[in-house]
């Protein structure tokens, strides 16, 4: 049996497989595995975590198993999900652990590896933790036992790593930036990063209690800072969500600007071009037309970081990223990284002296309604013939001018329904309408 899905392993804190049990026995594993990957005799793993209340117990049980295997482990608190990934490379650790469960409510929670590259864990690697989990936990000898140390300037070390991928010869002195942390990782290092390169802050959400994370706030609820770059008449909002790995922007008008106007930027804005792009099935199909104009390629891939970093790497290529603001640039970062993908638009708006709306200016989403039907068991909709017909006669309505996605999420018991196209009225009534399908065939 696997237990871990497209982004780690993630799952409603106190219920299989986020319990302190499950946490202990995932470390011992995963310690036991490191000590036959790697060279050293005594490994380290550098544990993060963001603020969620139930970090603090699966943060205790994984060090425990680590440490019960004979493995260091440096602990770093609560940082981004991105932070982790450099600070496993920059610690010369065997092995990165994240707990959290990214933009999903507080209750939940996951739990999510690195390789010692700080990228996503090899697959064989992975399926050696599987294996081993599948085993007693038997510890062999006792003077083997690894043991744990906090570190203490790890907020420092990636507050400098996130401003050296801004040109030093650049500052955000005329710049008043609100910035919503969504009660998450950044709570700390996200505003610390836009003051000291000399931008005005206001930072917005940056006071988690162990429950607030992502509520109302952040990525996945952008609208209270658009109210707040309005009031505060600031040039531009940046939202985070709880790990800090997508970032979505608003401009000085209040209005949204999302992972694919993101791309559309660093695509078409920046001083240079890049080789190509590489966008989801989830990216609107106003970002393929106008990078086709642009004469960027662009490729799709699967939903998931993990999918866009392959087609990346496959490729050659350094930039990519989803709607939601999963923001890829390899030659800054390993891995998604809200803050420095923030920086790279800023960079642009500095270079060419404009505002984010002008950046955007010629850019405009085709319509696009997404409902997510929450389902108290998965199941596969292109399974049921009934639902297939709908599915079909919707495409054949839709025809040279829009699309229709259909996809399980892999975090959670969701189906996505996505529809796009010129005219939203339409989208809007096709997407109900296939959405009320899947709940009538999910009973």
Not at 19 to 43: C, D, I, N, R
Not at 287 to 294: H, I, R, T, V, Y
Not at 345 to 365: G, I, N, P, S
Not at 392 to 402: P, V
Request: net charge negative; charged share 20%; glycine share 8%.
């Amino acid at each position: 049996m696997s237990y871990f899905g497209t982004d780690g392993i993630r799952g409603k804190f106190g219920e299989l497989p986020i319990t302190p049990e499950f946490a202990l026995k995932l470390g011992f594993a995963a310690g036991k595995v490191l000590k036959q990957y790697s060279k050293k005799t005594k490994p380290i793993v550098v544990l993060g975590k963001d603020t969620r209340l139930s970090g603090y117990i699966l943060e205790s049980a994984l060090q425990a198993g680590l440490n019960a295997a004979g493995v260091y482990v440096h602990l770093l608190g609560p940082l981004p999900t991105p932070a982790i990934a450099h600070l496993t490379r920059a610690l010369h650790a065997s092995l990165g652990i994240v707990i959290s469960a990214s933009h999903n409510p507080y209750f939940d929670n996951g739990i999510k590896f690195f390789s010692s590259e700080g990228k996503k864990l090899p697959d064989e690697v992975q399926e050696a933790i599987n294996q081993e989990l599948e085993k007693e936990l038997k510890i062999e000898d006792t003077a083997n036992l690894g043991k744990s140390v906090r570190v203490k300037d790890a907020n420092g070390r990636y507050i400098e790593f996130c401003k050296s991928t801004f040109p030093y010869h650049f500052d955000l002195s005329n710049l008043k930036i609100v910035v919503d942390c969504a009660n998450g990782a950044a709570y700390n290092v996200g505003p610390s990063v836009f003051k000291e390169l000399g931008a005005k802050v206001v930072a917005l959400y940056n006071e988690p209690d162990g429950l607030n994370i992502n509520k109302d706030c952040g990525s996945t609820h952008p609208e209270n800072l658009q109210k707040a770059v309005l009031e505060h008449q600031a040039d531009l909002g940046i939202a985070f969500d709880g790990d800090a790995d997508r970032v979505v922007l608003v401009d000085k008008y209040g209005q949204l600007v999302d992972g694919d106007n993101i791309l559309y930027i660093l695509a078409t804005q920046a001083s240079h071009k890049p080789a190509g792009i590489v966008g989801t099935v989830m990216s609107n199909m106003a970002l393929e037309l106008a990078l086709e104009k642009a004469q960027v390629p662009f490729i799709r891939a699967s939903v998931g970081d993990r999918y866009v970093l392959q087609a990346l790497d496959e490729n050659g290529w350094v930039i990519g990223g989803e709607p939601s603001g999963h923001i890829l640039t390899l030659d800054k970062s390993t891995t998604g990284d809200a803050i420095i993908a923030a920086l790279q638009v800023l960079t642009v708006m500095v270079e060419q002296k404009k505002a984010l709306h002008e950046l955007v200016a010629d850019f405009h989403l085709l319509p696009n309604v997404l409902v997510n039907v929450r389902l108290e068991a998965m199941f596969d909709p292109y399974a049921v013939p009934a639902l297939v017909t709908e599915f079909d006669k919707a495409e054949q309505q839709l025809k040279g001018r829009g699309r229709l996605l259909i996809r399980k999420s892999g975090t959670e018991p969701v189906i996505r329904v996505m529809v796009e196209g010129e005219d939203l009225a339409e989208v809007t009534t096709l997407a109900n309408l296939l959405a009320d399908a899947v709940r009538a065939n999910a009973a």
